[in-house]
């Protein structure tokens, strides 16, 4: 009995952890979803793996938000080092049917097609202007640490 309760409770554990996190994460299309994590407007829901592949320490906001009138929304960049560059790379170079999301303190804040990727070492994130999502997506995301 107290061993299935400590079982239980370092899953419970090991999946909290997972959702605090913030990195980038492979989707997991695999059938069993271990680990299910909500959009930031918490209107979709996607299955990731445990650990993210390019760590949030591997990347970081750079300068501001900042409005793209011609396309009427709002960006930010976030700047990789070298190693997350280089998974990020790798990623798209030779596992392009690879689904990744951006997960922001637990939530997703973005996907991408590792097809349709181009990797740069600054890449831009985006939302609806005005809108609270990509306001705290960015929030977050500067004061991570």
């Known amino acids: ?57 591997e990347f970081k ?10 396309q009427q929304n709002q960006f930010f960049n976030i700047r990789f080092t070298k190693n997350g560059f280089e998974t990020l790379k790798l990623i798209c170079e030779h596992m392009p049917e690879k689904g990744l999301v951006l997960v922001v303190n637990g939530k997703v804040a973005g996907t991408y097609d590792g097809k349709n990727l181009k990797p740069t070492l600054v890449m831009p994130v985006s939302g609806k202007a005005n809108s609270k999502e990509i306001t705290w997506v960015f929030e977050n995301l500067k004061n991570h640490k």
Do not use: R
Request: hydrophobic content about 40%; overall charge negative; charged content about 15%.
């Open 61 to 70: 906001t750079e300068g501001n938000l900042q409005y793209d009138l011609t």
């Open 1 to 57: 009995m107290k061993v299935s309760l400590i079982v239980s409770c370092v899953i419970l554990l090991s999946t909290l952890c997972a959702f605090a996190q913030t990195g980038f994460f492979f989707v997991d299309n695999k059938g069993h979803c271990s680990i299910a994590v909500k959009s930031v407007n918490n209107q979709d829901e996607y299955c990731i793996t445990e650990e993210p592949i390019i760590k949030g320490s």
